[in-house]
């Protein structure tokens, strides 16, 4: 009985063994393999935040990209503003012209060289009107009268012209007085009416004195009737023949009219 037994145990042993190691082995095995799954869930954890971090990043340069975008100028608003300056820049520059135009020399008068002082000058307190009566600017007779509708003759440059003025005579250093209120609108050097003092009286109405020297006022002055505005000077060489004179124009609205349907008798 005991020999048989013997063999019986040993076997036993080795199966405990066997199973021993077997079981090490699943142990080893399920390790390994918890090990494995462990490491591969790490990595898909960190691949997953990863692209989580890249897509979050990208939003926030798409959202800095539109915000550049739309905080930008637009180029056809700038366009048009510059368009618009530009325009009110021309109309401005139109009107500078206009207004410089408007207050030239005198009409029918030789392009002036020389200094022009201008001023708008404001006809509020003056009202010149068809009812009104003009002061003889000079004690002097009349050389030459208005005419516009039919030329008459200049002697001293020998042809016929149109007249818009009345050529007063008179003596160098006579004085020269405002024929009504007005404001001084202007004092221009001109090459035929020599220094020439432009008045505004009002309502359109404007009163050219031409051929003076030693002008008493500025541009801007508001002066009386019978204000002494200048002196008579020497004539333009447009007047060597006439002499000394004093050239008395009159417009309505830049329009020359006759002096003497407004002239005192």
Request: proline share 3%.
């Amino acid at each position: 009985m005991n020999k048989r037994q013997k063999p019986s145990k040993s076997r036993r042993g080795a199966g405990i063994t066997l199973a021993v190691c077997f079981v090490a082995a699943a142990v080893m095995v399920g390790t390994y393999t918890l090990r494995n799954y462990q490491e591969a869930r790490q990595q898909e954890q960190a691949l997953a935040e990863e692209n989580a971090r890249t897509k979050e990043k990208e939003s926030q340069e798409e959202a800095g990209s539109s915000l550049v975008i739309n905080t930008e100028e637009d180029p056809a608003d700038g366009a048009e503003q510059e368009t618009q300056g530009s325009s009110t820049e021309d109309a401005a520059g139109e009107s500078a012209d206009s207004q410089s135009g408007a207050e030239a020399v005198p009409q029918g008068s030789a392009s002036g060289t020389g200094a022009s002082s201008q001023t708008s000058g404001g006809a509020g307190n003056v009202n010149f009107s068809g009812e009104s009566i003009l002061l003889w600017p000079v004690d002097g007779n009349v050389i030459m009268n208005y005419s516009m509708d039919k030329t008459v003759y200049f002697s001293t440059l020998d042809q016929y012209k149109y007249n818009p003025a009345l050529i007063i005579s008179g003596a160098e250093g006579d004085q020269v007085i405002s024929s009504t209120t007005g404001i001084v609108k202007s004092i221009d050097e001109n090459a035929q009416t020599g220094t020439t003092v432009n008045i505004d009286i009002g309502n359109g109405y404007e009163l050219f004195y031409g051929q003076l020297k030693d002008v008493t006022v500025n541009t801007g002055d508001y002066v009386e009737a019978k204000t002494v505005i200048g002196y008579v000077a020497q004539p333009t060489k447009y007047y060597s023949v006439e002499g000394c004179n004093v050239y008395f124009e009159m417009r309505k609205d830049g329009q020359p009219v006759n002096p003497m349907d407004y002239m005192a008798e």
